[in-house]
């Protein structure tokens, strides 16, 4: 090749490389970031972390992993029920951060995680309308998800017992419009538990909730006999998920344990 034709290639080339070199060398940077900001996050860090992931973000606003990264950094920075107002903050940041990565998803593969997440923090925040609303929202795009069913049961256990009492002693003030709606919720909540138990059959937190919900049930019911069957239904489930939370800590106990580092 002659000189003339090298000289040529050379300028093509450094036509070339600000495009595709700068952006290469852009997701490096971004990756970096990342890299460092795991670091930080595992060694509790969590400011330092959020710091690197929202400029992995900067740089490559389309890497979802450090989206999911950031908003699990001001989830652990959020405490539920402190007074504390960076707590709230960290709290509505994830949120808004987890929501993100929702949006930015493949509709054919939603990030069901992110979702689930969602829910979990607007019910720690005691919102619990969006909690359950988020709850749908993954039984829209995955209906045979057991966490958002068993979460569907956890709200409708909390809004029952908030309503009878913990001895069904509010339900005689009750009007028969809250009566029913209180019924009608907590019926949702234990055909929601039937489905996530059919799915998951060793789901003892979901049996846990069974038994709690029975017994919020049998608090409304004026027949004595049919009042003794679900405490005995509920007795039994509570048995049951008993049994298999001690065998599941039994397996966990045998699991190898990993040397601290």
Do not use: H
């Not at 606003?61 to 989830?75: D, G, H, K, W």
């Not at 988020?134 to 809004?159: G, H, S, T």
């Not at 001895?167 to 028969?176: A, H």
């Not at 055909?191 to 409304?220: G, H, S, T, V």
């Amino acid at each position: 090749m002659s000189f003339k034709n090298r000289w040529l290639v050379l300028l093509v080339l450094l036509a070339v490389l600000p495009l595709s070199g700068c952006n290469f060398i852009t997701k490096l940077r971004a990756r970096d970031n990342l890299n460092k900001g795991v670091k930080a996050f595992s060694e509790q860090n969590y400011e330092v972390a959020a710091k690197y992931f929202e400029e992995t973000i900067r740089l490559d606003p389309e890497f979802e992993i450090a989206r999911m990264y950031l908003a699990t950094t001001y989830t652990s920075q959020f405490v539920p029920g402190s007074p504390d107002p960076r707590s709230k903050e960290n709290g509505d940041k994830a949120i808004a951060t987890f929501k993100e990565v929702v949006e930015m998803a493949d509709p054919a593969t939603p990030n069901i995680n992110a979702m689930i997440s969602i829910a979990s923090l607007y019910y720690q925040m005691k919102e619990v309308e969006e909690s359950k609303k988020w709850c749908r929202k993954i039984q829209e795009v995955d209906p045979n998800n057991a966490e958002a069913l068993y979460r569907i049961a956890v709200i409708d256990f909390d809004e029952s017992i908030r309503r009878t009492g913990l001895q069904g002693e509010n339900i005689e003030f009750m009007s028969p419009e809250e009566k029913a709606v209180t019924l009608a919720n907590v019926q949702e909540g234990l055909d929601a538990l039937d489905k996530a138990i059919q799915l998951r059959p060793a789901f003892f937190d979901a049996m846990e909730y069974q038994n709690l919900l029975w017994r919020e049930k049998a608090k409304f019911e004026t027949d004595e006999n049919a009042k003794k069957e679900l405490i005995r239904q509920a007795d039994l489930v509570a048995q049951k998920a008993l049994a298999l939370r001690l065998k599941a800590e039994e397996e966990e106990a045998k699991k190898p344990k990993k040397l601290a580092k």
